[in-house]
């Protein structure tokens, strides 16, 4: 990861928000008969009332805790591209166990369905980095094989073994209301796994940064001949990093039915892997810069969902507008494009800018 | 079952081969589901309004290459990190597509025209006389020979001209070429714009072959064309095996499906793991080879 200078860095993301904003406002005018609500939908629309609210940081839980385990894993010069199908797994095992483990108290039944649940995500993912360790198998084409081939079996045991025939959806039936996680903020679905997902990231941070191991880590990710060379077990940065990755898509998943929901949805996880892997690249695979990432993606999909609801705006037009944002927000000539066009137009509106500097 | 095999290896094939070509100069393409998406609705939309397979396929072609310009510029150009952009470019085809067919034709569904022509078959005009082999040759539809085609093409350009050798130098040692005088940039640019070209044509393929557009025809096939890349330890011979791997699964599974009593859904994943097995009893193989040369 190349720093650059706080100040450069900072006037990037600023510029890249900056266009995102714009797109979307263009996006929204074009794509709406009524430009001036459906605005107003997306931007403040999310923080009108406690349910668009608390969903919003919902969904914030969600991506930090995929994003940081698509981070960890890069951090470590891994890939991880079952995400998706890790977060599938992990909710499903978690619903099954939360309806096995009935006569449990609370506390012990909702760690045995999250630890079930995570662990079940750690081993398929640490499936990838075992080939990888032992026979040298590229991880990110097998994690993707892997996710893709548990994808449709799990569509099946939900809506067939798993089904819950009391609901019109096709559901795993509600696990027991004891197991469910304390809601915040209700009649949103935000619930107390925000604070594990917000503890997990200042652990990874430290983990990373601050312990010899995560040091290790890390050099391996930089250079892996390098840190074989210094005496690093490589292997064991192969093999742990792809299943703590595989945790963490776990937890995901586990929370999805012990607080969100407290089911699994057929389909539910669909795009939430390359959601993480957009919010871990975004934010420069650092623990910390994943926050701020998955906080503007958050607001960026709460913002089209209430503009979706409210007016006329399509889901495909918000898929456009994700695309566009995803196409500048990561884009590192774009401050010094910016102020050359923006001079540009200036000049030709007769307009002298003063910070332009340099011209 | 061969037969059938080649039919769905074709798509696969010629949308991995594009996509080798823009792996080989450096750049991981995970664009190419959204690429072969728009070339599948372009064929569908040009054919049916001309009636020409050339013109819908050309159309394809350009629409592919054009998105894929797309990728290039704000990949290259505008400084983007490339798997996001890739991300994005197949969002913009998921979202993009359902809302100009909408605009269209009313429909962000199934896009069905009456007469549609179908895609034209291999025949002999005479009796030929060795069945297995004849099946094995002849009978396909033209997409099959013209990915094989494009495999010795592909092949060629990579290894004998020097445009491969300094497109392969891209992805290898990109400062050798800037020392050189040459822009490893403009290599990139030319190799994603083959990689749209070839997921253009294959989603075409894939989309003429059925006669009808279905909202994500491809599903997942784009993806199955990179991971051939991989599996064929990325050159032009071993993806195509690869992209004949993946689709000799897929129609043992089609075809399981009216013998083994397992359900339809669980069957969709079956491709994906004989797929994964190969890959893996394949580097485990290739690993204690490996070792025991060491050990000699």
């Known amino acids: 990861m190349s720093r650059g200078s706080p100040r450069g860095s900072f006037a990037g993301i600023a510029i890249a928000l900056i266009a995102a904003v714009l797109v979307t406002v263009v996006m929204l005018v074009i794509g709406s008969r009524t430009p001036q609500a459906a605005i107003r939908a997306f931007f403040f629309g999310p923080f009108s009332n406690t349910y668009y609210l608390g969903n919003m940081i919902n969904g914030f839980t ?36 939360a309806n096995a483990v009935t006569h449990a108290s609370a506390p012990v039944g909702i760690a045995l369905a999250l630890t079930a649940g995570v662990l079940a995500a750690a081993m398929t993912a640490g499936l990838s980095g075992l080939f990888r360790f032992l026979w040298d198998t590229d991880e990110l084409i097998t994690s993707f094989l892997i996710a893709s ?84 077990n490589t292997g064991m940065y192969i093999l742990v990093p792809m299943a703590i990755s595989g ?57 089209s969902r209430t503009a979706i609801l409210h007016t006329e705006f399509t889901f495909e037009l918000a898929t456009i507008i ?11 000539h774009l401050p010094s494009i910016a102020p050359r066009f923006t001079r540009r137009i200036g000049a030709r509106l007769g307009i002298r800018s003063n910070n332009g500097g340099d011209s | 079952m061969i037969v059938n095999s080649l039919g769905i290896m074709a798509p696969i094939l010629i949308a991995g081969l594009g996509g080798l070509l823009s792996e080989r100069a450096g750049v991981l393409n995970i664009s190419l589901e959204g690429l072969m998406l728009t070339g599948a609705f372009t064929a569908i939309v040009v054919t049916a309004s001309t009636g020409s397979i050339l013109l819908g396929a050309t159309a394809a072609v350009i629409a592919g290459a054009a998105l894929a310009l797309v ?138 072959r059925l006669g009808v557009y279905l909202p994500n025809i491809t599903s997942g096939r784009g993806w199955i064309a990179l991971v051939t890349i991989y599996l064929g330890y990325r050159r032009p011979g071993g993806v195509l095996i690869a992209a004949f791997v993946f689709a000799f699964a897929e129609t043992v599974s089609m075809a399981a499906q009216g013998v083994v009593a397992l359900p339809n859904t669980v069957l969709l994943s079956l491709p994906y793991v004989l797929t994964v097995i190969a890959m893996v009893v394949y580097s485990a193989v290739r690993h204690s080879g490996a070792r025991r040369h060491y050990s000699r």
Not at chain 1, 322 to 332: H, P, Y
């Open chain 2, 71 to 208: 990728f290039s510029i704000i990949s290259i150009d505008l400084g983007s990190n490339i798997f996001i952009t890739g991300l994005g470019i197949n969002l913009l085809a998921q979202g993009a597509i359902p809302f100009i067919s909408n605009q269209m034709f009313g429909t962000k569904g199934v896009l069905r025209f009456a007469e549609m022509p179908i895609l034209p078959r291999l025949e002999l005009a005479f009796e030929f006389r060795v069945p297995l082999v004849h099946d094995f040759l002849f009978g396909h539809h033209i997409g099959v020979y013209l990915s094989i085609l494009l495999t010795a093409l592909t092949w060629f350009l990579l290894y004998r001209t020097g445009f491969g050798l300094r497109l392969r130098s891209v992805g290898s040692n990109p400062e050798a070429l800037r020392l050189r005088g040459l822009t490893p940039e403009h290599y990139k640019r030319i190799a994603i714009v083959l990689s749209g070209v070839g997921a253009g044509l294959g989603g075409a393929l894939l989309a003429l």
């Open chain 1, 62 to 97: 969600v991506l930090v805790l995929t994003g940081l385990g698509a981070a960890l894993a890069f951090r470590a010069g891994v890939f991880n591209l079952g995400g998706e199908g890790q977060v599938y797994i992990a909710a499903v095992v978690t619903a099954v166990t």
């Open chain 1, 247 to 303: 945790a963490l898509h776990g937890l995901a998943g586990s929370f999805h039915v012990l607080g969100t929901h407290h089911a699994a949805l057929v389909g539910f996880s669909a795009g939430l892997g390359w959601n993480g892997l957009a919010v871990a690249l975004i934010g420069r695979s650092h623990p910390l810069g994943v926050l701020p990432a998955a906080m503007v993606f958050a607001y960026l999909q709460s913002g």
């Open chain 1, 149 to 232: 081939a548990s994808i449709p079996i799990i569509d099946y045991m939900i809506v067939g073994p798993l089904n819950d025939p009391a609901s019109n959806l096709l559901t795993t039936p509600r696990i027991p209301e004891a197991l469910r996680l304390l809601r915040i903020l209700p009649p949103s679905r935000l619930h107390i796994g925000i604070i594990a997902a917000l503890a997990v990231a200042a652990l990874a941070y430290f983990l990373l940064f601050h312990t010899v191991r995560g040091y290790e880590w890390r050099l391996t990710g930089l250079n892996i001949e390098f840190a074989r060379y210094g005496g690093i």
């Open chain 1, 322 to 332: 994700q695309a566009v944002v995803f196409f500048i927000i990561t884009a590192q």
